[in-house]
């Protein structure tokens, strides 16, 4: 484990569903993020949490919303999704700031058929 | 627009030799460039961090050069193992936010042969 726990790892849903990713992290971070993977393309970050509060919205379209209760926790929400949706879904944290490395939860593989 | 290169084609190296990957980049003055090792269905995992006043960077088998007049970034891994084999992504940090937003490359897949 890196210290960064994602669940579920895999998760199947349908177009209709709601659904929830979960990201936990107890190493101290103030920074927590959303990425997306998708086959053969980079890393697409979605949002950026600082001190519990979002600082960033990349262009993500409103059938993802993110929830960050306290700053050791952060949710992805999901309704309504689509096929394209389907990808790898990264947490990760950091100390903030542009000097420290991130630490990636495993990620949870989703599919919307 | 910021745009991140990596060699898409997978590196093919011999058990014992240096692997060399590039990572090169355009519309984008980096303060900071990050490597990190993905392996399949896994989470990226921190390597190492150079920043733009420093030319090179060492942890054991690994080291990363900086040249910002070049606009690149090479990672070599020395006497490489079959556990070497991964992808490795880099990725670029900078501007003036305090959140330390990452923008990554595709990566590039390296695999060690025994």
């Known amino acids: 484990e890196t210290g960064v726990t994602q669940t579920p790892r895999h998760l199947v849903m349908g177009m209709t569903n709601k659904k929830s990713l979960k990201c936990e992290q107890h190493?101290?971070?103030?920074?927590m993020y959303w990425y997306k993977q998708s086959a053969k393309k980079p890393l697409e970050l979605m949002f950026v949490y600082s001190l519990e509060e979002r600082v960033e919205n990349n262009s993500v379209p409103s059938r993802f919303s993110p929830e960050c209760p306290n700053s050791s926790h952060l949710f992805l929400h999901l309704h309504t999704l689509q096929p394209e949706d389907s990808a790898l879904y990264l947490c990760?944290?950091?100390?903030?700031?542009?000097?420290?490395?991130?630490?990636f939860g495993s990620g949870t593989r989703l599919t919307v058929v | 627009s910021q745009k991140i290169e990596q060699n898409s084609e997978a590196l093919n190296i011999q058990e014992g030799k240096t692997a060399t990957l590039t990572c090169n980049y355009t519309?984008?003055?980096?303060?900071?460039l990050q490597w990190y090792r993905q392996d399949p269905g896994r989470g990226p995992v921190f390597l190492l961090l150079?920043?733009?006043?420093?030319k090179e960077k060492r942890k054991e088998r690994l080291k990363v050069t900086f040249d910002t007049t070049l606009k690149q970034s090479l990672f070599h891994i020395t006497a490489s193992q079959p556990a070497d084999s991964a992808t490795y992504l880099c990725a670029l940090a900078g501007g003036s936010s305090n959140t330390g937003k990452l923008i990554f490359g595709q990566g590039t897949t390296l695999q060690v042969k025994p």
């Open positions: 519309n984008y003055s980096p303060a900071y």
């Open positions: 990760a944290s950091s100390q903030g700031g542009q000097n420290y490395g991130y630490t």
């Open positions: 150079i920043r733009e006043n420093e």
């Open positions: 190493l101290g971070h103030n920074a």
